[in-house]
């Protein structure tokens, strides 16, 4: 639940949240026989709102989980008034640096069963490795399979064609965005976020928060 703390500021006091882990991560249920593709999660998001008889909302996504939130704004445009996003994957084939890469770089057997997981869990530090056991080693290993393929449209073509207000955040540890003023062009503001990398909302919370609030 990486953004409960910013819900609890005084800033966004008076709004409804709803904190979802995408299937397979967090709390949420481990499906054997889920697919764990980018369309999969979007329509799980899709039914969690529905459930909640939800229309119009704010999403709030970070890194894959905004790679699904564009899909689910595409898909299901009643469901969605704004995006923002926080260096959400764009593109599919993410650079060979991305955690994403390196856990689809196995067979689903091998990262499961056969010792892969607990090497990338290594590889990856303490910190990252501590978010990725809450998720099911499956459903890890299914999900960056689905974000390298990406969807047709491409989530960076998705995002330019939406009409609704979107909000980019990246990190200034993390470079410069790719394709950056062509999203502009399309009406995405996007902005670069001082003292932070990739998890933005706990680098530079108060940025972040300005950003979710519409008061930068």
């Known amino acids: 639940m990486y953004?409960?703390?910013?819900?609890?500021?005084?800033?966004?006091?008076?709004?409804?949240?709803?904190?979802?882990d995408l299937p397979g991560h967090g709390i949420s249920d481990r499906p054997a026989d889920f697919g764990y593709t980018l369309e999969d999660h979007a329509e799980a998001l899709a039914a969690v709102l529905d459930e909640a008889r939800v229309a119009g909302a704010e999403i709030?996504?970070?890194?894959?989980?905004?790679?699904?939130?564009?899909?689910?704004?595409?898909?299901?445009?009643?469901l969605v008034s704004r995006l923002v996003l926080t260096e959400a994957n764009l593109d599919p084939h993410p650079p060979a640096t991305a955690g994403s890469s390196g856990i689809a770089s196995y067979e689903e057997r091998d990262f499961v069963e056969n010792g892969g997981h607990a090497r990338v869990l290594e590889k990856a530090g303490p910190t990252w490795a501590a978010t990725m056991r809450l998720a099911d080693p499956r459903a890890l290993h299914r999900s960056a399979v689905g974000l390298i393929r990406g969807i047709r449209p491409t989530m960076r073509r998705m995002l330019e064609e939406l009409t609704i207000d979107r909000v980019y955040l990246q990190g200034a540890s993390s470079g410069d965005l790719a394709g950056r003023e062509v999203l502009e062009a399309s009406g995405v503001t996007v902005m670069t976020v001082p003292d932070a990398g990739h998890n933005i909302m706990f680098d530079n919370a108060d940025a972040f928060v300005a950003a979710v609030s519409g008061r930068p």
């Open 60 to 78: 709030i996504a970070h890194s894959m989980g905004g790679s699904v939130a564009v899909a689910l704004a595409y898909r299901r445009p009643e």
């Open 3 to 20: 953004h409960a703390h910013i819900a609890a500021r005084p800033e966004l006091v008076g709004r409804r949240s709803l904190f979802v």
